[in-house]
């Protein structure tokens, strides 16, 4: 038994030819050509830049207020630390660590509207040479966790240089011939016991009257700190370097600060494969200091159930982040992430239409065929779900094998393209020289920074492309011979978001994307007092699988692969952060009722959106589109738990537009309900009738007036089988029955074997 199983093993690897993936190459090097995206100067210049190597500028990630506006004193929130520099004598820089929350308004007796992080100026580091704000940025890494802010002094040597990294566990300050200057808003007690005088050493605890205490460590030899008017002054100018954390409340944490403090990151590099079902990417931290020391670095909550125990180790060292529940600091150098269970979804549901429903489907859809399409570009999203909208009605007539109907909606689909791809539209796409993006023209003029929503200074790029790779990737499969005539165009719009490689200079490395926190964020180049935001989590959930599914049409297994692992990273976030079951342990107990976080901001959660406060809103903006990938992300416990306490009371009244998502999405729970109201409710402008009605009709639900469910294939004379599965997805099928024939043999005994 046990050669035939062992055969049969063989057979499977040699056959779908199971490998390693590098998802981060480059799906170009070429810088984009002007005659298809004009090049521009951007009107928005960075401020207090001075990068010693020359690269592709970031524009929404933790670190952009330091670069924008006329002091650049915004918050750069590193979690759990939140940095400000400080415009106001004492010049330098402010920590804010408080573990303190305000809470919004009560909505009712079981949750608030927002909840915030109290930012408080626990402890300032500054120099007495400086005398006035003056800072600049003079490093930052590729993937946009880390940046480096020199201090200085005009007609001084004095410097101090501050590497800001997600999730540093201290607070690092290089000095160089400048005399420390430690202070605080609140009043220092003590300061290694004394209340006064010079006190020599290489660690010091400052005991502070909120109940705080914070170390305070020089890594290359004693200082010495005179301890008088509240503030601590160092005798004499050092070069050495200072760390700072906040004192844990459990000693043998506190030891653990001691024994790693000689190491700090400085900045880190991402990798990323993908094997099968499973996708791994790990952190490699660039160290400086001690380098036989192991790096001590915090976690936040979705990183701890798939982080390696092989690479590292968890400690008793805690803090609260600003807004993404408690941190844990873990030992490694290196760390690796994985995810053991990838989408394998594809263009259309798993699971076949109800058979009942199939005339109405079918009918609908050449009654919206007969209506045509209005793809006449004028902003960038609602025009992007226009093609997106009509993509799937060509994806279903495809499906139905309505021929004629087929062939005029295609031939729509691809002349739509074919005025974006000749830059007939009035905001055709330019190619930004100073950011190193492709950006709307309609806002690069005077006072236009909002027109196309902000497109044009970086605001929802992933939410709008991804409208339009996934309508390039529908017309790729089904005319696979039209993927040459579009294939720049729409993969200029996944490097401009979501550039995988640093070796495509052209745009920086995942511009949206934030692999520590695991999602993407939306805010551009405009400062921001509580940090970058994300609203629509459902539209970042349909640029990863619109790349997913350009790497499916156009049979790439590194840019399938790539989404897909993004994808995997995003729901385990999305589910953690922003979709709040019931027993949801991480976010704030008064906020957990809403359900949804609303606008997620670094610093704060605030339960409404940018257009509007209705609950409808709120809910919809983070169920749009709907799509195949929808049920994966929005789960049966969670939609029944937010129907129950909220939709179910407000969708009656709701603005009428809006009930056609509320009830797609009760479709996943209340399938034949929710297919009766599709028929009649009014739309969202990116949902046509046909589409929310085969939505619903896919939903695996028992709730039907026959209490049945048909999972049958449809009949394949009347439907396309053109939705085939790739490469990638043959590997993951290999993956999976390799790992079933090792569980068969590894739980036979020898003589079963034999």
């Not at 190619?431 to 044009?456: I, K, P, R």
């Amino acid at each position: 038994m046990v050669m035939n199983l062992l055969s049969s093993l063989v057979l499977i690897i040699v056959l779908c030819k199971t490998v390693s993936i590098d998802v981060l190459v480059p799906l170009s090097t070429n810088v984009p050509d002007s005659t298809l995206y004009p090049h521009v100067i951007h009107p928005r210049q960075p401020k207090r830049l001075n990068l010693s190597i020359h690269a592709p500028l970031h524009t929404n990630k933790f670190y952009s207020n330091a670069i924008l506006g006329d002091y650049g004193n915004n918050p750069l929130l590193t979690h759990p630390y939140v940095i400000s520099m400080s415009k106001d004598s004492p010049y330098g820089v402010s920590i804010s660590l408080t573990e303190e929350w305000s809470y919004g308004p009560q909505i009712d007796s079981t949750r608030v509207k927002y909840f915030i992080n109290r930012i408080v100026k626990n402890i300032q580091m500054s120099a007495l040479e400086f005398l006035s704000q003056q800072f600049e940025v003079n490093n930052v890494d590729e993937p946009g966790f880390a940046c480096t802010i020199k201090m200085f002094q005009s007609n001084s040597s004095a410097t101090i240089t501050l590497p800001l990294v997600r999730g540093m566990a201290y607070v690092t300050f290089e000095f160089v011939f400048a005399t420390p200057r430690i202070s605080t808003i609140h009043s220092i007690l003590s300061v290694n016991g004394r209340t006064s005088g010079n006190i020599t050493g290489k660690r010091f605890e400052i005991v502070l009257n909120n109940n705080q205490a914070w170390l305070l460590y020089a890594l290359d030899g004693e200082i010495t700190l005179e301890f008088s008017g509240n503030q601590l002054i160092g005798t004499n100018p050092v070069t050495n370097v200072l760390r700072l954390a906040k004192k844990q409340a459990e000693p043998s944490a506190n030891a653990v600060l001691d024994a790693q403090v000689g190491v700090y990151p400085i900045a880190c590099q991402l990798e990323a494969r993908v094997i099968g079902f499973q996708g791994s990417y790990m952190f490699k931290w660039q160290r400086k200091g001690n380098l036989s020391k192991t790096l001590l670095h915090f976690t936040f909550p979705h990183h701890r159930s798939i982080i390696s125990l092989v690479d590292g180790q968890f400690t008793n060292v805690e803090a609260m982040s600003a807004s993404k529940g408690r941190m844990i600091g873990y030992l490694g150098n290196i760390w690796t992430l994985t995810e053991n269970a990838l989408s394998t979804m594809q263009f259309l549901a798993p699971h076949s239409p109800a058979i009942q429903y199939r005339n109405l489907i079918v009918t609908q859809l050449k009654k919206d065929l007969a209506v045509g399409a209005n793809l006449t570009v004028s902003d960038y999203y609602f025009t992007g779900k226009e093609f997106h909208k009509y993509a799937l009605l060509c994806l279903l007539a495809d499906y139905y094998r309505e021929i004629a109907e087929f062939n005029r909606c295609i031939k729509t689909l691809k002349d739509g393209f074919e005025v974006l791809i000749t830059r007939k539209n009035a905001n055709a796409l330019r190619y930004d020289t100073t950011w190193s993006g492709l950006v709307s023209s309609a806002g690069l003029g005077q006072n236009q920074e909002l027109n196309d929503f902000g497109n044009s200074y970086y605001n929802d790029h992933h939410y709008h492309w991804g409208y339009f790779i996934q309508a390039g990737a529908i017309i790729a499969h089904l005319d696979p011979n039209y993927v040459s005539k579009i294939r720049d165009w729409v993969e200029g719009l996944i490097r401009d978001a979501s550039n995988p490689s640093s070796l495509d200079t052209s745009f920086p490395q995942f511009r949206y994307f934030d692999w520590f926190s695991g999602h993407s964020w939306s805010q551009g180049l405009f400062e921001s007092a509580d940090g970058k935001d994300q609203e629509s989590t459902s539209e970042e959930i349909n640029f990863h699988y619109g790349i997913a599914l350009w790497g499916l049409a156009t049979k790439s297994s590194t840019i399938e692969g790539l989404g897909r692992l993004m994808l995997g990273t995003a729901k385990r976030a999305i589910q953690t952060y922003f979709l709040m079951n019931n027993d949801n342990t991480v976010m704030p107990q008064q906020f957990i009722a809403n359900k949804v976080t609303g606008i997620f901001f670094e610093n704060k959660a605030d339960y409404t959106t940018w257009f509007g406060t209705n609950p409808e809103f709120i809910h919809g903006i983070q169920m749009i589109p709907c799509t195949p990938i929808t049920e994966e992300i929005r789960l049966v416990k969670f939609v029944e738990e937010e129907w129950v306490t909220i939709l179910s009371k407000i969708v009656h009244n709701a603005v009428p537009e809006w009930k056609s998502l509320l009830y797609m999405n009760y479709a996943i729970i209340n399938r034949h309900e929710a297919f009766i109201q599709l028929t009649n409710v009014s739309l969202d402008n990116g949902v046509s009738r046909t589409w929310a009605l085969y939505w619903a009709a896919t939903r695996p639900s028992t709730n039907d007036s026959n209490g049945t469910v048909s999972t049958r294939k449809p009949d394949l004379s009347t439907v396309s089988t053109t939705n085939t599965a790739s490469s990638y997805t043959s590997t993951m099928v290999a993956s999976a029955l390799i790992q079933l024939l090792l569980t068969i043999i590894a739980s036979k005994t020898p003589a079963m074997l034999i």
